[in-house]
């Protein structure tokens, strides 16, 4: 059981280069997300999603996209780099219980610099 | 807008010293308010939690104070430990409308001394 798993790890880019982060659950979570994380503003949802098939965005969409074509897989592709992208990104999953709510479970995140 | 506002940004704590962490709220919505610890180079885990039918829930050394009516709850780490040096995050979520979006606040780095 490997819980969320992001990668890679560590990353660097140059600005209008495009990549995709990977994030893999075993879990058999429904629900998925993206955040990012920049000092002195905690982490903002990036996009989320409730299930295969279904995403939605969160406070900071913008030159990010996603898909979500199976349950495990949730993959944040940036689009055209920007220095203002630099930042550690995390993925997230939890059960998606009506009227429920449990912890979430975060990978290790994926720390990109983009020059 | 920052709809969770955090403090203090950071906090030095001798060991066996309480350390106190606030956050306030807007959003009278939000159902469900989770504490996540994280490490450094580690994601964030999830420490304590509360919904606002309750005003305080402890678990171990870790309380949550809840104010309904302020809109402001509070993390307690008594008995303070090196080992408790991290990086706290308050968030709030609408359980209810089952989107499971979760705003986090700001952050507060913890150093516990020796």
């Known amino acids: 059981n490997a819980g969320v798993t992001q990668t890679p790890k560590f990353q660097v880019l140059k600005t209008g280069q495009s990549m995709t982060l990977q994030c893999a659950q075993d879990?058999?979570?429904?629900?998925m997300s993206w955040y990012r994380q920049d000092p002195g503003m905690g982490l903002r949802l990036i996009h989320y999603s409730v299930g295969a098939g279904i995403t939605d965005q969160g406070e900071v969409p913008n030159g990010y996209n996603v898909s979500r074509s199976t349950t495990e897989d949730f993959p944040l592709r940036l689009l055209s780099a920007a220095p203002s992208q630099t930042s550690v990104y995390f993925c997230a999953s939890t059960k998606n219980i009506r009227g429920a709510n449990y912890g979430y479970t975060f990978g290790s995140g994926t720390r990109l610099t983009v020059v | 807008q920052q709809q969770v506002k955090q403090s203090p940004q950071s906090l030095i704590v001798q060991k066996g010293g309480i350390s106190i962490i606030n956050c306030a709220y807007e959003?009278?919505?939000?159902?469900?308010f989770p504490w996540y610890q994280q490490f450094p180079g580690k994601g964030p885990a999830l420490l304590i939690a509360?919904?606002?039918?309750?005003s305080e829930k402890k678990e171990g050394r870790f309380t949550i104070s809840f104010n309904k009516s302020a809109k402001q709850f509070s993390l307690h780490i008594m008995d303070s430990q090196p080992g408790d040096s991290a990086t706290y995050f308050c968030a709030a979520t609408y359980g209810s409308s089952n989107t499971g979006k979760l705003i986090f606040g700001q952050g507060t780095t913890l150093q516990v001394k020796p």
């Open positions: 959003n009278t919505a939000f159902d469900y």
């Open positions: 879990m058999n979570h429904e629900y």
């Open positions: 509360i919904r606002p039918d309750v």
